[in-house]
């Protein structure tokens, strides 16, 4: 038997294949971490169909975080002025009911509510939704994919009728144009830019486009960099389609036979003339042409983009913006070509299945659609109507819930948002206002444990064996290779004891996690992300799947999801891309342009608050550092946080390199030591996004965001807000 157990990385959500040997296993010299600690080994996994055997640094160094500063037992409080004192989990569970019971019959279910994560694996996601959406009775369910991707979900679903990204890893080497906008891919997502770049590199004629008001590596890779200014994506995205109207690059059968709304959209893109389109973007208009030129001209454009699109207060208007230049060039459901959002977090995706955001339901139902509610109560064994028919509190919602007294318990698990949520104080000051707050992780401390009322211990990465879903739809066991330390527990398991103490015993009568995920499956038949073929048995036995994945026999596409009542909506089964049918998920079975004009950044600048502050990651932390500040080698290459800017606007300021400078929105301040670099656009800033209170004194990003958020997908515009800069001294 192999002594390498594969698994997952828990990073992000390129979603790369390891392999972990325990450290009795292999050199004693060098399994060590700098406290004597023994390390696992990590390495890539050559068989996994997503990786190839690459990891990044992040995945190659994920060992060293598994024994550090973890939470090791159930911990309560009855104040947050007071020490925590441990309990068992007994009395834990006994407290956490009571206070539910009691909220639940004086309150109402709305007053309770459930903050997850992309960390989570798909059955934490799935026993969450059980527990929340079904036994509790409200919907108030939401995870810090909202902050990440939820732009991503309400373009799909707006566009083709159903989420889901449309293409696959292999288009990256199929392509003939990639078009990046609001991507850092080379450090947010490496592995999937080391598969671009190689195959770029190789092939002279392929064209690489990236949009970014950085000059990020991604962009040093690119053949052509657009530095727009902050909040003009529309604009740029309606330019190119205008010249590719002007220049006659539409595919007219396309748009005949599979889409619809172009008229409306054409009207817009009328008003986008290319000196217009220049000037608003401050790009030149030979750049737009060449970008225009390089999308016209290719057999196969693969456009790319994450959280510079997503993160804003048109997110899901940009999305779609997106999404109409493949349409009107029939750039979708083909080798090398389609709109392709990559994910932030390991599981997002698998989050996105199992209906973890606070409108959905598992297997990409709506909370609003009466049939699905219907589907889900049945299939639950609930009361016709038990499943609320109103979208929960979304992440922002729950801190305005916390400040106007409508929120009596948050039930936090796997993410940190006094560093991760927009506008920080006024977000501490919620939590700080929460009657009952329950925090579940790893990790102790972080940011968030100093708001919580109940600590309980959760088992993490390669503590627990369960699912997460890639970008690329492709499914992976993650088995575990290590005891959970001392009293920790798998989400799921926390959950499902919750439930069955709350009276629920047959609904959360689970043994194992496979049990879970195959209960979960069930309800995926016949829906767009039917994986009813997928079980921890199939992925143990044939290693990562791809969905759809249907069991042989399980009936056509969208039979029975009320949504897709087409005769064409055939279920491509097991196919690497969604859309080859060139049949979508709407009534009529067309793909839906969508008509936006610019609306710009929700908080422009201004002459008190003159520059635009952008944020985002870098190569080797990750979110909050929760793990990554825990890794020494990770440390040591991004030791502190910083603020890069223009050297036009630091010598206006007098700001000299390593200066300390002060930020200042109209919510907060933070200060960095400056880099001045011509990376960054004239006018605009840019800082980390991964120092919470923990690692640094006054560099939250999150100190000076707002959360302006877009209408439909209720993303807060966490990537840009308008800041002045003041220099202080060195202290
Ligand atoms: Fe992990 Fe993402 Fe790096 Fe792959 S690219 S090793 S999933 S952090």
Redesign the pocket.
Known sequence: MSEFTKTL?P??G???GLEVSPPAQHNKATNRDSQGNPIWRVRGDKAHPS?QGM??V??ATIAESLDKNRLHYPMVRDSLDQEFRRVSWDEAFNIITQRIQTIRFTQGPEALCMYGSGQFQTEDYYIAQKLMKGCLSTNNFDANSRLCMSSAVSGYIQSFGSDGPPCCYEDLELTDCAFLIGTNTAEC???VFNRLEKYHKKNRKVKMIVVDPRRTPTAEAADLHLAIRPGTDIDLLNGIAHLLMRWNYIDTMFMDDCTSNFPAYAEVIRHYPPEVVARQCGISIEDLETAARYWGESQRVLSLWSMGVNQSSEGTAKVRTIINLHLMTGQIGKPGAGPFSLTGQPNAMGGREAGGLAHLLPGYRVVKNPQHRAEVEKFWGLKPGQISPNPGLTAWDMITGLENGAVELLWIAATNPAVSMPDLERTKKALLRSPFTIYQDAYYPTETSAYAHVLLPAAQWGEKTGVMTNSERVVTLCKAFHQPPREAKADWEIFAEVGRRLGFEKEFAFANSAEVYAEFVKLTKTRPCDMTGISHAQLQAEGPTQWPHPQEGSGEWGVGSGESPTPHSLLPTHSKRLYTNLRFHTPDGRARFGAYYSKGLAEPPNPDYPFVLTNGRLYGHWHTQTRTGRIEKICKMHPEPFIEIHPRDAARLGILDTMYVEVRSRRGKAKFPAKVTKAIAPGTVFVPMHWGSLWADNAEANALTHPESCPDSLQPELKACAVQLIPISVE
Do not use: D, L
């Open positions: 990385c990073y992000c390129v979603g790369c990786s990891v990044c992040k995945g997502h490496p592995i």
